[in-house]
T-cell receptor, first 114, second 116 residues
Framework: DARVTQTPRHKVTEMGQEVTMRCQPI?????VFWYRQTMMQGLELLAY????????DSGMPKDRFSAEMPDATLATLKIQPSEPRDSAVYFC????????????FGPGTRLTVT | AQSVTQPDIHITVSEGASLELRCNYS??????LFWYVQSPGQGLQLLLK??????LVQGIKGFEAEFKRSQSSFNLRKPSVHWSDAAEYFC??????????????FGTGTQLKVEL
């Protein structure tokens, strides 16, 4: 059945390294969302896209985070340089611009920055 | 701006007992409301949703929720809990955004423990 996929599922990296997380939304979905989940802050919306165009990335630290959608089947979230405080689970979700407004989540990327 | 409050951080119930998880929202118009469940190490799975119409909505895994506009609530219920229901439950409110699409605001979650 259709689902959102995310790679990698786990990533351990050292402070200062670049991290790229990838998301494949459900085929036909035209909105994509990036969330970050931590124990302290819960679920935070980082950015979202409609038809590959960024609508809002106000939740992202601009100096080190960037989000793109090179094509309709791929969304990326990049952190450069990474810091220990970026350790979290990053979720991608997809949905539709029109019609039913729910979002469908991927399994997440667990990032650990040492 | 919309907001969601889940007043119970942890709830413990015995297997077979009934369950009610509370959710209160703040939103200026008729909201889109959702309940998601997250098992350890997994993503969020949609349990049920409310957009309009019948205020009692049925979801997967035997869950239901009732929208009460007068109380700004959308509580999740299940008549008989199974051990496999142990997970974290998130209530969310959705709002249309300029340019299309919907933005979800999540509550802080309720961790459900089921005693055998």
């Amino acid at each position: 059945d259709a689902r959102v996929t995310q790679t990698p599922r786990h990533k351990v990296t050292e402070m200062g390294q670049e991290v790229t997380m990838r998301c494949q939304p459900i085929l036909g979905h035209n909105t994509v969302f990036w969330y970050r989940q931590t124990m302290m802050q819960g679920l935070e919306l980082l950015a979202y896209f409609r038809n590959r165009a960024p609508l809002d990335d106000s939740g992202m630290p601009k100096d080190r985070f960037s989000a793109e959608m090179p094509d309709a089947t791929l969304a990326t979230l990049k952190i450069q340089p990474s810091e220990p405080r970026d350790s979290a689970v990053y979720f991608c979700a997809s949905g539709l611009v029109l019609g039913s407004p729910e979002q469908y989540f991927g399994p997440g990327t667990r990032l650990t920055v040492t | 701006a919309q907001s969601v409050t889940q007043p119970d951080i942890h709830i413990t119930v015995s297997e077979g007992a009934s369950l009610e998880l509370r959710c209160n929202y703040s939103y200026g118009a008729t909201p889109y409301l959702f309940w998601y469940v997250q098992s350890p190490g997994q993503g969020l799975q949609l349990l049920l949703k409310y957009f309009s119409g019948d205020t009692l909505v049925q979801g997967i895994k035997g869950f239901e929720a009732e929208f009460k506009r007068s109380q700004s609530s959308f509580n999740l219920r299940k008549p008989s809990v199974h051990w496999s229901d142990a997970a974290e439950y998130f209530c969310a409110v959705g709002a249309r955004v300029t340019g299309g699409g919907n933005k979800l605001t999540f509550g802080t979650g309720t961790q459900l423990k089921v005693e055998l």
